[in-house]
């Protein structure tokens, strides 16, 4: 009976390490990103599972992430809070590896404009720090192949 | 030399001003008029709320996961609002080339499904959308009518609870409405909230 639950145990501590977990936080998590004294180039992309183009434009973050070893991708993920189970089972289909986490802030107006005052509020939208220089960029829609390349440079 | 520099600058200038987005409403500013279709096959024109004290325009669809979050406090603010000279207007921009659950159709569907109280307008060229600078679905204009003028008194989201209308604890439409109402200044007069971008053509 023992061995049959340490089996059991065993089988379920393996699936958990192949999901992808979702981190929920707050907007302080999400600053200190914005905020990391690194070498690496932070990228930092809003998206929702409910939102086709920021879906669409997921995997050039992915490869991004996987490809260079200067940057960090962050993907932040504006569904809700209640949704973390349906956010990770997504993430698993898609086998994302890249850093997710679930932005439970509701109350907008608090915290937008320190992501950037230019932002309108709509998603996809990615923002990218270089924090040797400090130089930023701020794009609010959907990135097309190459074009995150073009951005990278630009804070170089 | 100096003159081709000068009128090179004067062409750049020019590219930037039309590649740039169109000029967009900020608050105090006069809404030109404009006339969109209607649900029920009608057209509605701004100029034809003559009698209003104002309108609440809200730039919305069918499809977006916060435009159906919204969707029953859309149709109160109507309810409390219409009769105290602040009716609803809403208006979908969303290309059905890109969302087809936004197609004039649907959005005939979902008023009938819904009882909409208020017409809900298609943008199809998203000339208004764009004059307006709308950005988002659920996105709010309130606009005050002064003289023969709408002026935009309040831009922004609804309340600052996307989630859960009860859990709101600022409900910057109904405010700014109230204010109005009142003849007092507006408490918040712009706010920023996330949302479905608008499914724009040719992007």
């Given at each position: 009976?023992?061995?049959?639950?340490?089996?059991?145990f065993?089988?379920?501590c393996a699936c958990?390490?192949?999901a992808q977990?979702?981190?929920?936080?707050?907007?302080d998590?999400l600053q200190?990103?914005?905020d990391?004294?690194t070498d690496?180039?932070?990228?930092?992309?809003f998206?929702?599972?409910?939102?086709a183009?920021?879906?669409?434009?997921l995997p050039?973050f992915?490869?991004l992430n996987?490809?260079?070893?200067?940057?960090?991708?962050?993907?932040?993920?504006?569904?809700?809070?209640?949704?973390?189970k349906?956010?990770?089972?997504?993430?698993?289909?898609?086998k994302?590896?890249?850093?997710?986490?679930?932005?439970?802030e509701?109350?907008?107006?608090?915290?937008i404009?320190?992501?950037?005052?230019?932002?309108?509020g709509a998603i996809?939208?990615t923002?990218?720090i270089?924090?040797?220089?400090g130089?930023?960029?701020?794009?609010e829609?959907e990135?097309q192949?190459?074009?995150?390349?073009k951005l990278?440079?630009?804070v170089? | 030399?100096k003159?081709?520099k000068?009128?090179?600058?004067?062409?750049l200038?020019l590219v930037l001003l039309?590649?740039?987005?169109a000029?967009?409403?900020?608050?105090?500013d006069?809404?030109t008029?404009?006339k969109?279709?209607?649900v029920d096959?009608?057209m509605?024109a701004l100029?034809?709320?003559?009698?209003?004290?104002?309108v609440?325009?809200i730039?919305d669809?069918n499809?977006?996961?916060y435009?159906?979050?919204?969707?029953?406090?859309?149709?109160t603010?109507?309810?409390?609002y219409a009769s105290?000279?602040?009716?609803?207007?809403?208006?979908n921009?969303n290309?059905?080339?890109?969302?087809?659950?936004?197609?004039?159709e649907e959005?005939k569907?979902?008023?009938k499904?819904?009882?909409?109280?208020f017409?809900?307008?298609?943008?199809?060229?998203?000339?208004v959308?764009?004059s307006?600078?709308a950005?988002n679905?659920p996105?709010?204009?309130?606009?005050?009518?002064v003289?023969s003028?709408f002026k935009?008194?309040?831009?922004g989201?609804?309340d600052?609870?996307?989630r859960?209308?009860?859990a709101?604890d600022?409900?910057?439409?109904?405010?700014a409405?109230d204010a109005?109402?009142?003849?007092?200044a507006?408490?918040t007069?712009?706010t920023?909230a996330i949302g479905?971008?608008?499914?724009?053509?040719?992007?």
């Open positions: 009976m023992r061995k049959i639950a340490l089996i059991v065993v089988f379920f958990q390490v192949r977990q979702v981190e929920v936080v707050k907007f998590r200190n990103v914005i990391s004294k690496k180039i932070q990228v930092i992309n998206w929702a599972t409910w939102c183009p920021c879906v669409k434009e050039l992915e490869k996987a490809d260079k070893k200067d940057v960090k991708v962050t993907l932040i993920n504006l569904d809700f809070a209640d949704k973390e349906k956010v990770e089972s997504f993430l698993s289909k898609k994302m590896t890249t850093e997710v986490l679930l932005l439970d509701i109350d907008y107006n608090t915290w404009d320190k992501v950037d005052q230019s932002w309108g996809p939208a923002l990218i270089n924090p040797k220089n130089k930023r960029k701020f794009i829609r990135l192949e190459g074009e995150l390349q990278l440079a630009e170089e | 030399m003159k081709t000068l009128s090179a600058l004067l062409a200038s039309f590649a740039g987005r000029p967009k409403y900020e608050i105090g006069s809404v008029d404009f969109l279709k209607n096959g009608k509605v100029s034809d709320y003559k009698s209003a004290k104002g609440i325009v730039f669809c499809t977006c996961p435009s159906k979050a919204y969707n029953e406090r859309i149709q603010l109507n309810k409390n105290k000279g602040f009716p609803v207007i809403a208006i921009a290309s059905p080339e890109l969302s087809p659950g936004d197609s004039f959005m569907a979902v008023a499904k819904k009882n909409y109280e017409p809900y307008l298609i943008d199809e060229t998203q000339q959308a764009k307006f600078g950005s679905t996105h709010v204009f309130v606009l005050q009518h003289g003028d935009v008194a309040y831009i989201a609804i600052n609870n996307t859960d209308a009860a709101a600022k409900k910057y439409v109904e405010e409405v109005l109402l009142a003849g007092k507006i408490p007069e712009k920023k479905c971008g608008i499914k724009w053509k040719n992007v």
